[in-house]
């Protein structure tokens, strides 16, 4: 099989958010879909106690040849699929560099601690602001908003992964990703995750 | 799709080595991060014909697979770290005996404590019972590695010890799957032989003395195949600058330091997939490449004590070495390692300049890490019954006023150490440590100690290892409440059946062994109550708290959020009316967003009102009961 040219190698994808938001799903499937292009991805997450409500991470290293792994170094991400703000800030601190590009689900989920009006969660300005400085190419998507109109919030990561296709940065093609909805959740669930695919794609192509 | 390269999660791949290798019987009790791979081996189950179950406890576990070993029958067992505790009297005597078909150990470490309350060593066991173990060092080895444990084990008769890491187990990389054999051979348990014949005779590890020394003999014959393992490698120059050692997923923490540094042709990579007992003439082959020496593996320094002994025992023929590792400090010996740590380990020890982005932008990180470095601390879930108990306990424990507290255990509910629990617990511990230690804190009235004191346990927990606590209270009179927070399910591990559900592992309808009258049998006075009645629970606590004469035990039975059964379903529609919410004018200061907390609750700055996110809110009503102004209106779904 020819393998797909990389604009890096390894690729360096971070997908992040909160417990419960479906990181893990979105990441095994762009990985299935990249696997299928014979490239090597290594995924690196965490589960368990981790999911109950904290920051999560999956770190993707797509490459033409081998496993890389599983922890992205600091510095070294080119990509962060953000399915919260305030975790895609998080992940820029730490991963981001002058290179790094960012899309950003602009639905907060609020600390527990902000709940208890202990912190501040910041405001949308500022966070935009800081996330401008911090990535050479950005974008912001209301994906929850949308996933509400499909019927259920959880294809929010389905949009991004539409999003992120629609870049051009990884070669996640609208096919590829139609035969890993079929192999990973049926027939009957292709229809609304493929139009959340599109959703996801046309606001990073318009 | 056998052939075709696949990613797939390490347990995943360690399944396809159990199912290529014709296991026939698995065992474990869930842990993260084991617990996908008896999930796996239960889900190949019919296809392939196998056994497979979520035993009681890791010890049980063992034990099950033992004898399918003893009958013939390749197994495999699996737990995480601190289940070879439990395990391990148990493995020590089945090590002095030995096994008969291939037997494997899978324990998958948790450096970091990523998912646990300690980051506790398994591969010890390996030296301290004298067992074969291999590290893979990928997710390809993960598969191929698991299937040679079984041969290895068959050729020493002995159990083979296979250590994962979180790292490995929960990441997903390339691997190549094999072929599945037909299953094929009858259980049959062989016992007419004498106490000496391996084959045939009674299994114990007596005599003693004479069977150890078999034991040890086998781990010889392990070592002979160790020295020409292809899962042992070295890569590097022939004479490189530094050898590095290492094992475990540190081997690509290694391959991306090097990378980075741009060094791979002054450092040779001695990987290691047989990390104990070491082969020796390989060691010497490769210590004798250079002066420098550094280990790099996760957690204590295992690999790298084991290293240096072979190196002082072979010194006469390679000479001193200077070793940097964990006993110098050059790695730390706490917390799971990364590529940032081992690339700062060796660019001192190479003297190379290493700069991971511009100083400018490191700028702009540092400006912007007080509002990203805001903590997101753990909680539970929205329509978690954990918050509503722990909401009802608060309550009682308050109003009984004698500064009483509660001792807690293993589960999602360990979480009530912190804020989302309103830390309410107090002690946190192993397994069923909370019933054993309420317990003995409740014998302590006759030395003055005046607070009540009450244990928390799960419903699996209860099962694993708090029956013998409970036991052990009402026997010796020990004034003390157990409280089961009963959601009906292995709910942190992914709700893996235990004996009080009604299937098993493979799917099939089993008779569920009910708390309440294993509690009632004992002798323990038992009350049940729905935690979501919020009014009813603190009653019910309080009156545990009231008559503390006897053990007593309150069962909170509901639902997990996540369960099947009621995760995506909401029980209520749940709103705050704004009329009736004072907001900031009322008297109650915030006590839905501010003291309950759950995440489905928000505090609208603009309004000085509190509201329901709809996205996050799960509808089970109970801050309903907690505002006290009626505000927050639940209204049935239809």
Known sequence: MATAKLIHDPYNLIITGVGGQGNVLASRMLGNVLTSQGL????????????????????????????????????????????EPLEALRVLVKYGNPGAKAIVNDRPILPVAAIAGKTDYPSTEELEGTLARLTAQRW??????????????????????????????????????????????????????????????????? | M???????????????????????????????????????????????????????????????AAAASLAGLRSLCAMKQNGVNVASDFLLHLAGSGIRAGMVLVHCDDPGALSSVNEGESRHFARMLELPLLEPSDFQEAKDMTKWAFELS?????????????????????????????????????????????????????PVVYKHRLQ????????????????????????????????????????????????????????LGTTWPLPPKLLQHNLGRCGQVLVVEEVIPFLEENVKIAAAEMAGEIGAKRFFGKRDGTIPAQGELNPDIVLGALADILNLPYQARPPEYDLLAQ???????????????????????????????????????????????????????????????????????????????????????????????????VIPALINAVHQKSPMSLVVLDNSGTAMTGFQPHPGTEANALGQPVPPVDIEAICRSLGAEVTVCDPFDLEATQAAALALLADQSTAKVLILRQLCALSPQRKGTKPYDVQVDPEKCLGDQCGCNRLCTRVFGCPGLAWEKQSGKARIDEVICAGCGVCASVCPQGAIIKSERA
């Open chain 2, 2 to 64: 056998e052939g075709q390269r696949q990613t797939m999660m390490g347990n995943q791949a360690i399944t396809q080595g159990a199912l290529e290798a014709g296991v026939r019987v698995a065992a474990g009790y869930p842990g993260t991060p084991s617990s996908e791979i008896i999930q796996n081996l239960a889900g190949a189950a019919d296809e392939h014909g196998l056994y497979v179950e979520w035993s009681i406890n890791e010890k049980v576990s063992l034990e099950v």
């Open chain 2, 216 to 271: 040890q003999e086998k781990l010889k014959r392990a070592v002979e195949l160790f020295e020409d393992s292809p899962f042992n490698s070295y890569t590097g120059p022939e004479a490189p600058e530094l050898l590095v050692i290492t094992s475990s997923i540190c081997n690509l923490y290694v391959k991306e330091a090097l990378a980075l540094l741009d060094a791979s042709g002054r450092v040779g990579v001695l990987k």
């Open chain 1, 140 to 206: 912001s998507i209301p994906a929850t908003e949308r996933a509400m109109e499909l019927g259920a919030s959880i294809f929010a990561n389905i949009i991004m992964i539409g999003a992120l296709a629609a870049t051009g940065d990884l070669p996640v093609s609208r096919e590829g990703f139609e035969a890993e909805l079929l192999r990973a959740l049926g027939p009957a669930k292709v229809a609304t995750n493929l139009e959340a695919f599109d959703l996801g794609a046309a606001m990073v192509r318009r």
């Open chain 1, 40 to 83: 090597w991805v290594t995924i690196g997450e965490t589960f368990g106690a981790s999911q109950r409500g904290g920051s999560v991470m999956s770190h993707l290293r797509v490459s033409a040849d081998g496993s890389w792994s599983p922890q992205i170094p600091a510095g070294k991400a080119h990509m962060v699929l953000a399915l």
């Open chain 2, 367 to 465: 400006e912007a890490a007080p509002q990203a470095t805001q903590d997101r601390d753990l909680a539970f879930c929205p329509g978690c019954p954990h918050r509503a108990s722990f909401w009802s306990l608060k309550g009682a424990l308050a109003l009984d006023a004698r500064d009483g507290f509660i001792c807690g255990d293993i589960g999602c509910y360990s979480l009530a150490m912190r804020p989302t629990g309103y830390g309410m617990l107090k002690t946190l511990l192993a397994m069923g440590s909370g019933a054993g230690m309420a317990s003995g804190f409740g014998q302590l009235g006759r030395f003055g100690m005046d607070q009540p004191v009450m244990a928390v346990s799960g419903d699996s927990t209860f099962y694993h290892a």
């Open chain 2, 154 to 206: 068959e050729e020493i008769s002995n159990v083979v010890m296979l250590r994962s890491v979180t790292r490995l187990s929960h990441a997903s990389g390339g691997v190549v799957p094999g072929t599945i054999p037909q299953a094929q051979g009858k259980a049959h348990f062989d016992h007419h032989g004498t106490l000496l014949d391996k084959g045939h005779g009674p299994v114990s590890s007596s």
